[in-house]
């Protein structure tokens, strides 16, 4: 076999092979195909600026512990996604996770944000994400993504995301526009069946004035998302500032850890010494 063939095989991957098979596939699902994301992105975005829907969080309605809820999208896995292990490839979660997060984005800080939402003077910058994977997702399988505030601290906001099967045990949780549905909510324990999770990412954010950062708690205080400092609860169970404070710093027990990772940086050693070039 001469060098030329080898390496043409060498470089026919099962990618490659189902790449051929696209144009069959376009009649099965749209999802995979080249630049679907950016119009799935795009059709997110209209939604909030373009057609200015009703869906702002207002903690005086539905309590400042909604701050902690999810925002729920559904989707599936098709062949385009699917790795030579035969499951959702890990590098496909992340496309999932943008959309996804531009919604819980678009629903807390609406006048916020300098994004065409309601004319804002704030820009918000994605600063990392790392995803754990805990069980495959199979080809065509559908799931649901749930993304929440997990906590802040002085510069990053930090969001929690879960990939979980569709349907089983849950809570009723608020969504935007004072409807309920069933989802994984805030959670007790013993309140959702951790059998469902999938797969599950944390995700920092900062919120930038030209080239300054604001701090979290000031856009959230600006938004109407955090109650009153020396505010009560009310007879409906809504969480006062010090509740918040509480679930915030659990939440940042688990941020504190994905922060450290920031040192990775400091371990590159340049390619002086390299096992190969490709």
């Known amino acids: 076999m001469n060098m030329e063939m080898s390496s043409l095989l060498d470089s026919f991957t099962w990618q490659n092979a189902l790449l051929v098979a696209g144009g069959a596939y376009v009649l099965l699902n749209m999802k995979g195909v080249p630049f679907v994301w950016h119009i799935r992105l ?7 600026i373009i ?20 925002v729920i999208t559904t989707s599936s896995s098709p ?7 035969l499951h959702k490839s890990n590098a496909t979660y992340f496309t999932d996770l943008d959309i996804n ?17 309601m004319g804002g003077d704030l820009g918000i910058a994605l600063g990392s994400t790392a995803c754990v994977f805990k069980r495959e997702i199979k080809p065509y399988q559908r799931y649901e993504i749930h993304t929440r505030v997990l906590c802040w601290d002085e510069k990053w906001l930090y969001f929690v995301s879960h990939f979980v099967k569709v349907g089983g045990k ?34 920092r954010y900062v919120f930038k004035k030209g080239r300054i950062s604001v701090a979290p708690e000031k856009v959230l205080m600006q938004a109407g998302l955090l ?12 969480w006062t500032y010090e509740m918040v404070e509480e679930e915030r710093k659990r939440g940042l027990e688990v941020a ?18 390299a096992i190969g070039v490709f």
Not at 182 to 193: L, T
Not at 227 to 238: L, M, R, T
Not at 259 to 265: F, G, P, S, T, Y
């Open 42 to 48: 795009l059709n997110c975005l209209k939604e909030h």
């Open 51 to 70: 057609l200015h829907r009703a869906r702002k969080l207002s903690i005086t309605t539905h309590g400042a512990q909604s701050l902690f809820y999810p």
């Open 79 to 85: 062949l385009l996604e699917i790795d030579y292990n």
């Open 101 to 117: 997060r531009v919604h819980l984005i678009a629903t807390l800080f609406k006048n916020q944000l300098a994004l065409g939402f």
């Open 170 to 203: 849950g809570s009723v949780v608020f969504e935007a526009g004072g409807k309920g549905r069933k989802g994984m909510g805030m959670g007790r324990a013993g309140d959702v069946d951790e059998k469902r999770v999938l797969a599950s990412a944390i995700t």
């Open 227 to 238: 109650p009153e400092v020396d505010g009560k609860g009310d007879g409906d169970g809504f």
């Open 256 to 273: 504190k850890s994905f922060l450290a990772l920031d040192a990775l940086h400091g371990t590159f050693r340049g390619n002086r010494n």
